[in-house]
């Protein structure tokens, strides 16, 4: 059975950092897709970064240049260091894993409980 959870979630300052973090278990794929999503009240869920089993990363526009995705392999951990983080950066954060078709269509079926970001300004 696929687990994902995260950790690393909290409260900062506009312009601070914060680093998140992803423990898969379970997930015997060779190929696959994770990555994170956030979700902020009254709004729709939004992809904010990815990686893939061959390390290609991709970025929302809203992120890029400050967010960065990265996975340790080894440890089977997903991360996403968030710098200069704004207000509009909060939401609750949930790490997501499957074959890529399923992850790139928005039908990924394996989720984490979520972690929340707060960012005052």
């Known amino acids: 059975q696929v687990q994902l959870v995260e950790s690393g979630g909290g409260s900062v300052q506009a312009g601070g950092s914060l680093r998140l973090s992803c423990a898969a278990s379970?997930?015997?794929?060779?190929?696959?897709?994770m990555g994170w999503f956030r979700q902020a009240p009254g709004k729709e869920r939004e992809g904010v970064a990815a990686?893939?089993?061959?390390?290609?990363?991709s970025y929302a526009d809203s992120v890029k240049g400050r967010f960065t995705i990265s996975q340790d392999n080894a440890k089977n951990i997903l991360d996403l260091q968030m710098n200069s983080l704004k207000p509009e950066d909060s939401a609750i954060y949930l790490c997501?894993?499957?074959?890529?078709?399923?992850?790139?269509?928005?039908?990924?079926?394996?989720w984490g409980q979520g972690t929340q970001v707060t960012v005052s300004s």
């Open positions: 379970g997930y015997t794929y060779s190929s696959y897709c």
């Open positions: 997501a894993a499957d074959d890529c078709y399923r992850f790139i269509t928005g039908r990924s079926r394996f």
């Open positions: 990686i893939d089993s061959d390390g290609t990363t």
